[in-house]
């Protein structure tokens, strides 16, 4: 299977935008996920198909795509989205993850 | 609501065994396919394995394959891992999730996970 390369982490202050960038050779023919775990809980899918945001999912959370790369953007970040983000892919060999970002509110 | 139980994990020493159950309700467990992911203790997210609708098709991540066997039994609505010659690198959180068709999500659901602790 092939690799996702995340940065470990970004930093933002309540307000700003975060924006988390995902890379893979894939990428361009494969859809991406995003996930927010925050500690001691269960990821939760805040992104799928590249661009769409599941139910229940606040509007400041968008997704984007260009080429070999996948974008989430948190746009006025609050306190309570500090958390480790994932990005996800999926191929015929099965899913990878990329290796997550930690996202601090400053 | 759909719920994803996992239980099963505990300690055990290197070379040993140990299978995982993920018990599913608030659906129809038959029409979906499933996966484990597991997560070392401040590491990121693993696939390890994917299961179809059916049972009919099986994938493995290398790091497991050969050592863990993924199963199902729909009448019981359960999902199961068997993991075997366990490895001290093994120790994780294995999460149990489902996939959610319409967002052709692999993982849209989980479970809250079970803890495995490989250890002498």
């Known amino acids: 299977s092939y690799e996702l390369t995340q940065p470990p982490s970004v930093s933002v202050s309540p307000g700003q935008t975060a924006r988390i960038t995902c890379s893979g050779d894939?990428?361009?023919?494969?859809?991406a996920y995003w996930y927010q775990q925050q500690p001691g809980q269960a990821p939760v899918l805040v992104i799928y198909k590249d661009t769409e945001r599941p139910s229940g999912i606040p509007e400041r959370f968008s997704g984007s795509s260009s080429g070999t790369t996948v974008t989430l953007t948190i746009s006025g970040v609050q306190a309570e989205d500090e958390a480790d983000y994932y990005c996800q892919s999926t191929d015929s060999n099965g899913t990878v993850f990329g290796g997550g970002t930690k996202l601090t509110v400053l | 609501e759909v719920q994803l139980v996992e239980s099963g994990g505990g300690l055990v020493q290197p070379g040993g065994s140990l299978r995982l159950s993920c018990a599913a309700s608030?659906?129809?467990?038959?029409?979906?396919?499933m996966n484990w992911v597991r997560q070392a203790p401040g590491k990121g997210l693993e696939w390890i394995s994917y299961?179809?609708?059916?049972?009919?098709?099986?994938l493995y991540a290398d790091s497991v394959k050969g050592r863990f066997t993924i199963s199902r039994d729909n009448a019981k609505d359960s999902l199961y891992l068997q993991m075997n010659s366990l490895r001290v690198e093994d120790t994780a959180i294995y999460y149990c999730?489902?996939?959610?068709?319409?967002?052709?999500?692999?993982?849209?659901?989980w479970g809250q996970g079970t803890l495995v602790t490989v250890s002498s």
């Open positions: 894939a990428l361009p023919n494969q859809y």
């Open positions: 299961i179809s609708s059916s049972g009919a098709t099986i």
């Open positions: 608030g659906f129809t467990f038959s029409n979906y396919k």
């Open positions: 999730a489902r996939e959610r068709p319409k967002y052709r999500s692999p993982t849209a659901y």
